[in-house]
C-alpha cells in the first residue's frame, strides 16, 4: 500500500516522531509512506511527494488550519484523489461541537477565526471518513484509532530487570543531571504544571534542578496577551523561586535522550485531552526514555492505555508522598515501568498501529 500523509511537519511539536516512525515501519512492512509537499531536507530520512496519483490513500494529520495545503496544492490533492481514499486524522477534538474544560477548548476562533461548524463542514467536505486519537469518540461517524504509538527499538535502556534498572537509576549520578524535566510546549498544561510545581516547593532542595523544555515557559507570550487567551500562560516568580529552568524546544530527535537526564518526567495531557480520552505522541515516546515517568492522566485512561501494571505510577493527591515512595523504593516502580513498556510493545506499537491504519483504508 501506498499511502501519502499530508501534514505540516514542524521538528518540536505536533506529529513529526509519529510520521517519521510511520515511513520506517511503513518501508519495512513492505508499504511506503511520504509526505505531501516537496523535498524538505530538515526531515533526512522522510519521502516526499507531490505525484497525488502515485498513492492509494491521501491521510490528513490535523492540528491546525495551516495543515491543510494552500492553493493550489490542496486542489491537486482533492483532484487527484477520490474522496472515499481521502481520510482525516483529528488529533485535537477539532471534529466536534465547541467543547470547553476549564480554559482549554476545541475551537479556537480568536486565533484561527474559524467557528466549530466550519471545521466540521471542512472534514466532511475533504475526507470520506473521520479518525480521532481517542477509544471514545464523541461522535458516531468517527472512527477511534490511536494514531500515534510506542517504539520498542527506541527504548534508551532496555533493562531486563527492575532490580537492574532501580540499581542504574540509584547510582547514575552525574548522568543525571536534573531532578524533573518536562518536554512540551507551553499550551493548556499551565494549570497542572503549576500545581505540580507547588506541591514540589516543600522538597526542592533534595530533588535536584527542574527543567521545562518547550515555547512559551519563560513568560506568557504577548500574543497570548493581545487576544486575551489563557492556556499559555505562566508564574515567572514561582519559577525564579523554584529554580526551574525554561529552554526552548528541542527536536523531536532529542527529546528521548533529554528526558533521559532527569530521575522523573511527567505525563501531562491537556484537560480537553482527558475529557476525550485523545493520546499524543509523547503519551508513548516518554517510556523510551531512561527516567520514571510520572503519570497525571485520569486512572482508567492510564490503565486502558498503559495496562494494568501501570498503578504505580499514577500520581495521586500527594506529589510529594510519591516522590519520596519512589526514592525509598525504586525497584517497584521500575518493575511498573518494565510492565508498562512490555504491555505497549505488545499493544501499541508502531508496527501494530501503521498495520491498523492499513485494516482501516482497506474496509
Request: proline fraction near 6%.
Amino acid at each position: 500500500m501506498r499511502v501519502l500523509l499530508v501534514s505540516k511537519l514542524a521538528e518540536s511539536s505536533r506529529a513529526v516522531n509519529t510520521i517519521v516512525k510511520y515511513a520506517e515501519t511503513a518501508r519495512a512492512m513492505g508499504h511506503e509512506v511520504a509526505v505531501f509537499g516537496e523535498k524538505d531536507g530538515a526531515f533526512p530520512s522522510l519521502e516526499f511527494s507531490l505525484d497525488v496519483k502515485a498513492f492509494d490513500f491521501a491521510v490528513f494529520v490535523v492540528y491546525m488550519p495551516f495543515d491543510f495545503p494552500d492553493l493550489p496544492y490542496l486542489a491537486a490533492l482533492l483532484d487527484g484523489m477520490p474522496k472515499e481514499r481521502r481520510i482525516v486524522i483529528d488529533c485535537v477534538g477539532r471534529y466536534n461541537e465547541t467543547i470547553r474544560v476549564e480554559h482549554d477548548f476545541n475551537h479556537l476562533e480568536k486565533m484561527e477565526g474559524h467557528q466549530g461548524w466550519e471545521w466540521i463542514e471542512a472534514f466532511q467536505a475533504v475526507a470520506g471518513r473521520v479518525l480521532q486519537p481517542t477509544l471514545t469518540p464523541l461522535r458516531n461517524d468517527v472512527t477511534p484509532f490511536l494514531f500515534h504509538g510506542y517504539d520498542p527499538a527506541a527504548v534508551a535502556r532496555p533493562y531486563q530487570s527492575a532490580t537492574e534498572a532501580a540499581r542504574a537509576w540509584v547510582d547514575a549520578g552525574p548522568s543525571k543531571i536534573y531532578g524533573i524535566v518536562y518536554v512540551g510546549n507551553n499550551w493548556q498544561r499551565w494549570t497542572q504544571v503549576r500545581a505540580f510545581l507547588e506541591a514540589l516547593e516543600p522538597m526542592r532542595k533534595d530533588l535536584g534542578r527542574i527543567c521545562l523544555v518547550g515555547w512559551d515557559w519563560g513568560r506568557r507570550p504577548d500574543w497570548a496577551v493581545q487576544l486575551g487567551i489563557r492556556g499559555a500562560d505562566v508564574d515567572p516568580e514561582l519559577l525564579a523561586r523554584l529554580g526551574v529552568e525554561p529552554r526552548d524546544a528541542i527536536p523531536f530527535t532529542a527529546v528521548r535522550d533529554f528526558l533521559g537526564q532527569a530521575r522523573f518526567a511527567p505525563v501531562f495531557h491537556r484537560p480537553l485531552f482527558n475529557e476525550l480520552g485523545l493520546v499524543t505522541n509523547r503519551t508513548f515516546q516518554t517510556f523510551t526514555a531512561d527516567t520514571v515517568p510520572l503519570v497525571f492522566l485520569p486512572k482508567a485512561l492510564a490503565e486502558t492505555i498503559y495496562g494494568p501494571g501501570v498503578g504505580p505510577l499514577v500520581v495521586g493527591d500527594n506529589v510529594a508522598d510519591h516522590l519520596h515512595d519512589v526514592t525509598r523504593a525504586p525497584e517497584r516502580y521500575w518493575q511498573a515501568v518494565l510492565e508498562v513498556r512490555r504491555h505497549l510493545s505488545e499493544h501499541h506499537s508502531f508496527r501494530r498501529r501503521f498495520a491498523e491504519l492499513v485494516t482501516l483504508l482497506e474496509q
